[in-house]
């Protein structure tokens, strides 16, 4: 046989949505070298298997290609990433609270408990975050930060002592430490206009060993690849300096032990030196250089400070220095004269048209056409803004912000205004590549399957409708999006982002059939198996055979050690019964006897209310 068209793997017996618009579905890939050799129907491509080859069953699942996060701050957020207790997901206050006080109760001095956002008080069943008098309670000696949004950080009295706020703390520029009638700070810090407050106070906590941020990182890749994410791009962020803080996804990246491909872009991190460090960085890296696990992918999302437009929109829209012009002209005009590909943090348009009035002036120069440079989220851009993208060779990286957002965003600015932010379908008809993302961790939830049901149904995960139907993507469409249109951000169209032969073999397959179940169910889809380069990454139920070995945890306090990353939905009756394997369901909790037991219902003391009742989740 002819080895050079011989494949190392065959997945056969799926159903793939391929984003072909030539061959939409199949029934197998065969896959060599970590490409997608050939995809189409199951008795084809089974014809092509030697002896050699590895094949695998999907058994009927629904399989899609890898989600590609074009706005993700994964470098950062796998760093701290076993450090973080996670809202992402939790339905109510109580449960929320519950976590922090068993958290509370394992972690060490000096170590703090973080909720570093991913969560909003909109999806809580209460509509509102803990208070400082409930944190406090719970927690009075070990030191608490619970971050929302970019609009304000919670800290206890613990937390405020381990900063070294008190009466005579001055608030910073852009933020304020809300006070009592004594002028002792309170514990609620917020961002006016900017999240810079936030990100100093976080910044004082106790980071994990060098060693424990490897395991954190490779633990956070993990988290990603269970929800189908197989690339992001990445985005940098504060307090993210190269190259010092990149030494260890380098190091897992010289040992190949990523599991999600990366591209990544380089934000300046010293006011009024933007210029200093770009010039540094461009004499250090070229565009596309490293491997195609990990690449460097240009600058952004920051390039100048005084062009940041923070997102809080429970705070009016700021207004942008008067020194915006100049200072992002020299970054931009030096970035395309070294022919450096760059994004720019920009939500909304009266900031975007400053910023292509100097993307123009540098156009004159240095042309920009073919730079796949970039605006993120772009939420109440015009069309006229639009077209100036477009005639500028320019993309947009839009995110589920508003999913998140989008009642503080409708309270301020009120319905008509949300039911296009931002305006995705004006975006398309404009011709413009739009990619999709999160711009998690601290933003919003990392999980992309939040992003397909917020563009399906345009709710919010407060359950608000945002966008009448015709601002809606079919859901095709939408994974389209978050796949074939997040390649070109990192200049890899066409080589990832659909099941076509010749693009990376990076795939999901799914427990349920995304494009059939009920609007509410996507946001509760992960994937059983995911695929990078054609190794299985990932392996859970009936595929949970080739999940590789698991991983080790430190420190040993983790709160993911617990609970896991993002929240998971309670399951239905009969997943339950299947996970328990009990002879005999509870008459008060059915088969959810560990969720009975940790809850604050006391099932498992047989002397409480429940446990007299005849409870028998502790048999």
Known sequence: MNTVNTPDKIFRNGRFTTLDRKNPEAGAVAVKDGVFLSVGDDAAIMKQAAASTHVVDLKGKRAIPGFIDSHLHLIRGGLSYLLELRWDGVPDVATALEMLKQQVAITPPPQWVRVVGGFTEHQFAEKRLPT?????????????????????????????????????????????????RSGHPTGLLIARPNAMILYAALAKGPKLAPEDQLISSRHFMRELNRLGVT??????????????????????????????????????????KELEDFRTWTQLLKPGQGSPMYRHNGA????????????????????????????????????????????????????????????????????????????????????????????????????????????????????????????????????????????????????????????ATGKTVGGLTLYPPANRLPREEALRLYTEGSSWFSTENGKKGAIVAGQYADFAVLPEDMMTIADDELKNLKAVMTVVGGEIVYGDEEFREFDPPALPVSPSWSPVIRYGGYHAAAPHANAMAQACACGTACGIHGHAHARAFQSRVPAADLKSFWGVLGCSCWA
């Open 132 to 180: 400082l008098e409930e944190i406090n309670a719970i927690a009075p000696d070990t030191p608490v930060f619970i971050l929302h949004l970019y609009d304000r950080a919670l800290l206890n009295r613990a937390a405020l002592q381990a900063c070294g706020y008190d009466k005579n703390t001055p608030d910073p520029p852009g933020g304020e430490i809300q006070r009592d």
């Open 300 to 455: 952004g999302e920051m390039l100048v400070f005084s062009a940041a437009d923070f997102e809080d929109f429970k705070e009016p829209r700021p207004d942008l220095a008067a020194s915006l012009e100049d200072e992002l002209y020299r970054v931009v005009r030096h970035l395309a004269e070294n022919r450096w590909p760059f994004r720019i943090h920009g939500t909304y348009d009266e900031s975007i048209s400053r910023f292509l009035d100097v993307f123009e002036r540098v156009n004159a120069e240095f042309p920009l056409d073919g730079l796949n440079w970039f605006i993120d989220h772009a939420e109440t851009v015009t069309q006229r803004n639009l077209d100036r993208i477009k005639a500028l060779g320019g993309g947009i990286a839009i995110q589920h912000r508003m999913a998140y957002q989008g009642e503080d965003f409708v309270a301020r600015y009120g319905a008509k205004a949300a039911e296009a932010t931002p305006p995705i379908q004006r975006m398309l008809a404009t011709g413009i590549p739009i990619g999709m993302g999160t711009d998690a961790t601290r933003v919003a939830s990392y999980n992309p399957w939040i992003g397909i049901y917020w563009l």
């Open 231 to 272: 690339s992001v791009i990445d985005a940098g962020g504060g307090f993210q300096n190269y190259p010092e803080d990149y030494q260890v996804i380098e190091q897992l990246a010289r040992d190949k032990q990523l599991t999600i491909r990366i591209a990544y872009n380089l934000f300046t991190q010293r006011p009024g």
